[in-house]
């Protein structure tokens, strides 16, 4: 007998509790043996009763589940974001989520902004770091609010950091059947930091002789994927350009709603979430795109091993870009409900 491999939910605010309950419906239909747990961590619960994930909520997450899938969470009647950085970037810093797995691959040429690109031109990786970079809120304010007001915010890089993600770009291309890993930095200028991304690079790109290492400033890179989307494979870059030029990425295959991401740590419990946000202005329309979640449920049930499930879930999303079944943001017509419900309905038969 099969034992469920165990997913917590977190919907979250805004869209996130549209489109997650939609992705759930697509996952029940590929049959995959898992089952669900929801938390109602999000801005209602912290306006409720302060509470933005249990004490406990971290290592709760990592003994007794197999995975984590997450909407978003930001909410405009929580302006300082408390409990979005309490439970998302908790996730990732407290459980050491080091890896951000972006794939962006465009499933059909309508799809994209730019001209003249087809599909196969439009499929690679972003592996961003997830745990390190500007994101650690280092750094301070003086003589705050005068005219000599002085800012500083920290970029922090450790050896380890920057080696265990390179390292995984690498063994995620092995894995993949990738050719090419290429390191994005801006070390023209970050000469200390983007030193230690070089060095470290060159060095374990040594291991890895079945693979070209490739390198590109950061500028570089944006011009090459909208130039040259075809001619990247695997992309490695520290937290904060990975955020950016996965923003970038997305616009490539569709926008904000048909991107994908896990947060991975090898061996631990991951975590999988859209990359779009909470999305305020079109949250409870039953507009929002749910394919973004509904490509993470699929990545989420392959990091599981459960890859026929997976596979199942992209061909009906796949179909669904054909066929026009999707939302307003992509071109078409249906409904949030409506086009997930199109996608569970093709999975299941
Ligand atoms: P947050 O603060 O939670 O990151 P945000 O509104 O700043 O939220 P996003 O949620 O990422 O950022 O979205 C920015 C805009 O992109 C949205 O207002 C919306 O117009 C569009 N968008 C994002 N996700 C989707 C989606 N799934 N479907 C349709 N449009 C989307």
Same mark, same amino acid.
């Given at each position: ?242 955020? =950016?030029?996965?923003?970038?990425? #997305?616009?490539?295959? *569709?926008?904000?709603?048909? !991107? &994908?991401?896990?947060?991975? +740590?090898? /061996? ?13 202005? =079109?949250?409870?329309?039953?507009? #929002?795109?749910?394919? *973004?979640?509904?490509?993470? !449920? &699929?990545?989420?049930?392959? +990091?599981? /091993? ?44």
């Amino acid at each position: 007998m099969t034992t469920n491999q165990r997913i917590a939910v977190v919907p979250g605010d805004g869209i996130g509790k549209e489109v997650i309950p939609s992705a759930l419906d697509v996952i029940r239909a590929s049959g995959a043996a898992v089952e669900f747990t929801l938390f109602d961590w999000g801005a209602d619960r912290y306006l409720a009763d302060g509470t933005t994930i249990p004490p406990d909520g971290f290592q709760m997450l990592a003994r007794d589940f197999d995975a984590i899938f997450v909407g978003a969470l930001g909410d405009p009647r929580v302006p300082t974001n408390i409990h979005a950085k309490e439970i998302l970037l908790g996730m990732r810093f407290k459980m050491d989520l080091y890896a951000n797995v972006r794939p962006v691959r465009l499933l059909d040429a309508s799809l994209c902004p730019l001209k003249n690109v087809a599909p196969e031109d439009v499929n690679f990786t972003v592996i961003r770091e997830n745990t390190e970079g500007v994101y650690m809120d280092m750094g301070g304010n003086l003589k705050c609010g005068t005219p000599d007001e002085v800012a500083t915010q920290e970029d922090i890089n450790t050896r380890k950091g920057v080696e265990r993600v390179i390292r995984f770009a690498f063994e995620y291309a092995r894995a993949n059947g990738r050719k090419k890993v290429l390191m994005s930095d801006k070390s023209n200028v970050m000469t200390f930091a983007g030193g230690l991304w070089q060095r470290v690079f060159k060095a374990v790109a040594k291991e890895y002789d079945d693979i070209q290492a490739q390198h590109m400033y950061v500028d570089a890179l944006c011009l090459q994927m909208v130039r040259e989307p075809r001619s990247l494979d695997v992309i490695v870059t520290n937290n904060m350009f990975g955020d =950016i030029v996965t923003d970038l990425a #997305a616009a490539l295959q *569709g926008g904000l709603g048909m !991107a &994908a991401s896990g947060n991975i +740590h090898p /061996g631990r419990t991951s975590m999988f979430e859209p990359v779009h946000g909470s999305a305020p202005p =079109i949250a409870g329309k039953n507009i #929002a795109n749910p394919v *973004g979640s509904i490509l993470t !449920a &699929a990545m989420m049930l392959a +990091h599981l /091993g459960l890859n026929a499930e997976a596979q199942k879930i992209e061909s009906a999303v796949l179909a669904a870009v054909r066929e026009r079944k999707t939302t307003v943001d992509v071109g078409s017509s249906l409904g949030t409900r409506e086009c997930a419900t199109w996608i569970a309905e093709t999975v299941a038969r």
